[in-house]
């Protein structure tokens, strides 16, 4: 059976949703297909930091500024509480190497006009009592926090569904065809015709631009957190590679692994992360470890997201990205823009496609 829509979204994890979620709320037309679930990829392994901070600085830190002022008034728009928390974040030092990285970090971020402060030990240790004493110093900003990753996407499923828009779950697309401005999406529950579309698949975007002739220059990488039973508050920041839940739940990790589209977790990685865990917060000895996942990063290849349309292929958009929840608000509202008026309320030149030349179409 052929289905017609005005705006189809490729991919339902937190990026694609939240497309959804900001057309179906500006009264469009959307459907979003999903091969599994939304939480199915990346969006469900992550540490869902949203983090200013150390994002490279200028307009990608400036750009993640502002998905992070728009937290707020996302969270009371969505109607539900996704514990959205701006706790503040920290990147604390353990080494004279880290401390000189830090605060060259904080002159840049400063100079491009970002809330980022240098911390001596005494106010590191004033700020964040459960550190470990052997801390050297930190870098802080007011503008970081994190967010319920399954609460923010049961709630952008819940609203979008609510505001008229369809998903599609386990129902993979298998190709695309282009004919006189309209995009016909196969799918296996039958084939969706849709005046534009817009490749949300995360690190599979690169398979689904093959479909339409074009290389989307992303790559996995591999990442594994551990998690504690639920503890007493212990942490009051989000640190680089650690959050306390609401629950209590401690995440531990950032490791950065080449594994190709491998997601399990290893002995090697998870050793390390446990001793960085202790070494940073040395209370985390006594925890119990409950849980362990790995996810994969979807990073393109200079590590900026990739959004906007496709040059030459009429009615195609992408929208790939590390830290998609750090910026969904962001890109919801961007897409949002530009797929019913042509035009983004923020520049977004530094992230189209055509920055990669051999990305044209062929
Ligand atoms: C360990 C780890 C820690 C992270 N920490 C943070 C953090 O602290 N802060 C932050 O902002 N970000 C973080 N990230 C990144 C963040 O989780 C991702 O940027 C985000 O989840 C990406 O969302 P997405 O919607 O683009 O991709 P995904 O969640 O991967 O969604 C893509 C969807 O496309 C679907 N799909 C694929 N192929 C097809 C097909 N052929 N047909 C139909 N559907 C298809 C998949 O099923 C999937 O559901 C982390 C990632 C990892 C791995």
Redesign the pocket.
């Known amino acids: 059976m052929i289905k017609r829509v005005e705006y189809l979204v490729?991919?339902?994890?937190?990026?694609?949703s939240a497309i959804t979620f900001h057309l179906a709320e500006a009264g469009q037309e959307v459907m979003a297909?999903?091969?599994?679930?939304?939480a199915?990829?990346?969006?469900?392994?992550?540490?869902?930091?949203?983090?200013v901070h150390s994002k490279t600085p200028g307009s990608f830190g400036r750009f993640s500024e502002l998905s992070a002022e728009l937290y707020p008034s996302f969270q009371t728009r969505l109607g539900t509480d996704i514990e959205y928390r701006r706790t503040g974040g920290l990147v604390p030092a353990l080494t004279m190497e880290q401390v000189k990285k830090s605060q060259k970090l904080v002159k840049s971020q400063r100079g491009a006009g970002l809330e980022v402060y240098w911390l001596s030990r005494e106010e590191t240790l004033e700020k964040e009592p459960a550190l470990s004493p052997q801390v050297l110093g930190a870098s802080y900003s007011p503008l970081d926090g994190n967010v319920n990753p399954f609460r923010l996407l049961g709630a952008l499923l819940r609203a979008a569904q609510r505001n008229g828009a369809t998903f599609l779950t386990y129902?993979?697309?298998t190709g695309i065809t282009l004919d006189r401005g309209k995009v016909t999406v196969q799918t296996k529950a039958g084939d969706i015709v849709a005046k534009k579309v817009v490749i949300?698949?995360?690190?599979?975007s690169r398979?689904?631009g093959r479909m339409v002739g074009v290389d989307i220059p992303v790559g996995p990488e591999r990442?594994?957190?551990l998690i504690t039973e639920p503890l007493q508050p212990l942490l009051r920041h989000t640190l680089a590679g650690m959050r306390q839940t609401v629950n209590g739940e401690v995440l531990i990790?950032y490791s950065q692994e080449k594994a190709g589209m491998d997601r399990r977790n290893t002995f090697d990685t998870l050793r390390e992360t446990a001793a960085f865990g202790v070494q940073l917060v040395p209370a985390l000895a006594r925890a119990t470890i409950v849980r362990t996942f790995a996810?994969?990063?979807?990073l393109p290849r200079d590590d900026l997201p990739i959004l906007g349309p496709i040059p030459g292929v009429q009615g195609m958009y992408v929208a790939?990205?590390?830290?998609?929840?750090?910026?969904a608000p962001l890109i919801g509202t961007l897409m949002t823009e530009l797929l019913t008026e042509g035009e983004t309320s923020l520049p977004i030149t530094p992230y189209l496609i055509d920055r990669f030349a051999e990305s044209k179409p062929r």
């Open positions: 490729i991919g339902a994890g937190v990026i694609g297909v999903d091969q599994a679930f939304p199915w990829g990346t969006s469900g392994s992550t540490a869902a930091w949203v983090w129902n993979p697309v949300a698949a995360g690190v599979y398979q689904i990442g594994e957190v990790g996810g994969l990063r979807c790939a990205m590390h830290s998609g929840y750090t910026l």
